[in-house]
């Protein structure tokens, strides 16, 4: 990657979920900068670096770089950025319906360094979204994918077959985000949500369809290939 591409990623325009931290944070910054300076008070100056701080931060945190999918039909996208921290065949989750045949499930860990944009990883149409309430588990963990709060979503493909994705909160995530409803036509590597500030994405494959990717192997959301739906 070049130094250009590097530097493009790294201060790519914010998520809109970011407006409302952005916006308290660069109000209290220069309030209380200017105040520190007028008052000469070394607290307010303190204040004024920790919420410039924040400030930097969110800007990070909620960057939203945009992505190429490749140019073929078929594949199974990257749902997020991060590592993958589990391949195991499991059922889809029950609230979505899909029946509870063991398909493959690719999970996804995504750190608080990582772009959190969520990202559809099929071509398809958005047929159910079921909320789940839960725990705030470190979503690294397996058993994050059944007990910690998470946002289900299952995709019916051209053919009828079904791709599963979930939005799991993680221990410091408070907010799921998701944009979508269902009867949206959607194209793979297309926008759907975000998590803050911390999180996990699991893929549920259709059945037939074996993973091409590898635990500790990592996600760039939107461009990384999951699984080939052919296979």
């Known amino acids: 990657m070049s130094l250009l591409n590097s530097i493009k990623l790294v201060i790519a325009r914010p998520h809109p979920e970011a407006r409302p931290f952005l916006g308290v944070s660069g109000a209290a910054t220069l309030v209380a900068r200017y105040l520190g300076w007028r008052l000469n008070c070394p607290v307010l100056r303190r204040v004024g670096m920790a919420s410039g701080l924040f400030f930097g ?89 059944t007990e910690n709060e998470r946002n289900a979503l299952s995709v019916t493909l051209p053919d009828g077959r079904m791709v599963a994705v979930v939005q799991i909160a993680g221990l410091i995530a408070r907010r799921i985000v998701c944009s979508v409803k269902p009867g949206d036509r959607l194209e793979a590597g297309e926008r759907f949500g975000l998590i803050r500030f911390g999180s996990r994405t699991d893929v549920y494959l259709p059945p037939g369809v074996t993973p091409l990717t590898e635990v500790g192997q990592t996600m760039i959301g939107g461009e990384t290939v999951i699984a080939q739906l052919a296979s």
């Open 57 to 145: 931060f969110c800007l990070y945190f909620f960057r939203d770089p945009n992505r190429v999918p490749p140019a073929r039909e078929g594949l199974v996208l990257a749902p997020a950025d991060g590592r993958i921290v589990s391949i195991e065949k499991i059922a889809p989750p029950p609230e979505l319906g899909m029946g509870d045949t063991p398909v493959w499930r690719v999970a996804t860990f995504l750190s608080v360094l990582d772009v959190h944009v969520n990202r559809i990883p099929v071509a398809g149409t958005v047929t159910r979204i079921a909320y789940h309430p839960g725990k705030f588990l470190n979503a690294s963990l397996d058993k994050a994918s």
